[in-house]
């Protein structure tokens, strides 16, 4: 397996962390046509920059999942505790509108049999 130069790893760090293709050549002291010859036919470092920008994006995920308690808790206190009927309601609302309880219409059918049915017509057994 080929791998990267120095230099290519750090333009793919530069990139994957949102600089812009100008920015990252003046850094790295390359030109930008090389920065986009390599964006454009280099396999090996697409692969790597993409590895990158996974790893981002699950690092954000998982910031984003581990506050989802803590959002939760937020809300409901302030159900419980605004003085302001408005806050309580929007809080509630906002609850059930997460929990999908004002979505019941897009819960699949129970029936095997509707579900078969539909499937086979090419719709996926949700109820309208």
Do not use: P
């Not at 793919?12 to 390359?30: F, K, P, T």
């Not at 454009?40 to 920059?49: M, Q």
């Not at 579900?115 to 057994?125: A, D, E, I, K």
């Amino acid at each position: 397996m080929e791998t990267l130069s120095a230099k290519q790893q750090q333009v793919a760090l530069l990139i994957s962390s949102g600089e812009s293709v100008s920015a990252v050549a003046e850094a790295s002291g390359i030109s930008r046509v090389t920065v986009h010859q390599w964006l454009k036919e280099d396999d090996v470092f697409n692969a790597y920059l993409n590895g990158l920008k996974l790893e981002i994006i699950n690092s954000g995920m998982a910031t984003i999942q581990s506050s989802v308690t803590l959002a939760i808790q937020t809300i409901t206190t302030m159900m419980v505790e605004s003085g302001s009927d408005a806050v309580r309601l929007n809080c509630a609302k906002e609850i059930l509108n997460r929990a999908g309880i004002n979505q019941a219409n897009s819960i699949g059918s129970d029936d095997l049999a509707t579900l078969q049915l539909t499937r086979s017509l090419g719709g996926f057994g949700r109820i309208s």
